[in-house]
């Protein structure tokens, strides 16, 4: 890092590997919403399903 803030690029990505994560070691913690992906006539591919967050515990704070 070199010290300035993150972009939105690297905080989506951050996100998106913790949630990655939570659905391996907390399957029952993330759910999928949303349609499915779908790709146009053209090819183009729209949105898929995202995962969202059924409940987070936060971890015990460290003294």
Same mark, same amino acid.
């Given at each position: 890092?070199? !010290?300035? +803030?993150?972009?939105? @690029? %690297?905080?989506?990505? *951050? /996100?998106?590997?913790? =949630?990655?994560?939570?659905? $391996? *070691?907390? +399957?029952? &913690?993330? *759910? &999928?919403?949303?349609? +499915?992906?779908?790709?146009? &006539? @053209? !090819? *183009? =591919? $729209?949105?898929? $399903?995202? =995962?969202? =967050?059924?409940? /987070? %515990?936060? &971890? +015990? $704070? %460290?003294?």
């Amino acid at each position: 890092m070199d !010290g300035r +803030p993150c972009t939105h @690029d %690297q905080l989506d990505a *951050t /996100v998106c590997a913790w =949630l990655g994560w939570l659905t $391996r *070691t907390r +399957p029952g &913690a993330v *759910t &999928a919403v949303g349609l +499915p992906l779908t790709r146009d &006539a @053209d !090819g *183009t =591919l $729209r949105e898929g $399903r995202i =995962l969202d =967050l059924d409940f /987070v %515990q936060a &971890a +015990p $704070r %460290q003294h």
